[in-house]
């Protein structure tokens, strides 16, 4: 079926609901592209307030450049939403904020679309977090970081945030003529519902092939 004089025939209020749905779609598309996040594997050893922080160069942690999340002994993996990493350049990991409680982190990892994945999964690379304040005991090995706080205000650090970029113009393009295509799919649709609900000729009229002076 050829539906291309169809989509030529649609009415400009729907083409304008269609631009109105690309536009929207772009927006979220680059908003959430330009948001980084953190992915924990972390066991606790009773529920507990995780908290992290970020802050550019020569900048100092605020409360309002912070997340904070409930973790749970029964539940391990959490994805957490940061900034923009392109201009973060240290982050701050307050595992607890109880006194004496056990955090154990499998693995973590910063992922943003267009940079590459920042991964903690072995003990080298649980070594770059420095430790701040409030740890009593710290043990990395093959399953990853254990930490234990000595008082409420365990902190950990990881100083140096390295964004490297990566080239995906061509994901991007292929995402923008994705919208692009369910917003014509919608258009179309929608033009072929309101054919199909079209109002017949009332059921009191008499038919048209009746003539009224025979009857």
Not at 141 to 156: E, T, W
Not at 186 to 210: D, G, K, Q, T
């Amino acid at each position: 079926m050829n539906v291309l004089p169809e989509i030529i025939a649609i009415p400009r209020r729907s083409v304008a609901m269609a631009s109105v749905l690309v536009i929207i779609g772009t927006i979220l598309l680059f908003t959430y592209r330009n948001v980084g996040v953190l992915n924990l594997h972390i066991v606790p050893a009773a529920t507990t307030r995780f908290q992290v922080f970020w802050a550019a160069a020569g900048q100092p942690y605020s409360e309002s450049q912070s997340r904070t999340i409930w973790i749970y002994p029964g539940k391990h993996h959490y994805n957490i939403p940061l900034t923009d990493l392109r201009h973060v350049e240290k982050l701050r990991i307050d595992p607890t904020k109880d006194t004496g409680l056990e955090v154990r982190f499998r693995n973590m990892a910063l992922y943003q679309d267009g940079l590459k994945p920042i991964e903690f999964l072995r003990s080298k690379e649980f070594d770059t977090l420095r430790s701040l304040s409030g740890i009593q005991e710290r043990t990395t090995g093959n399953n990853g970081l254990s930490v234990v706080s000595a008082d409420h205000d365990a902190q950990l650090e990881y100083p140096h945030v390295a964004t490297e970029t990566l080239s995906n113009l061509w994901v991007n393009i292929f995402r923008v003529l994705v919208l692009v295509g369910i917003a014509i799919a919608f258009v179309w649709c929608n033009r072929r519902m309101r054919r199909s609900v079209r109002p017949s000729s009332s059921p009191f009229e008499a038919p048209a092939s009746l003539d009224p002076a025979k009857v």
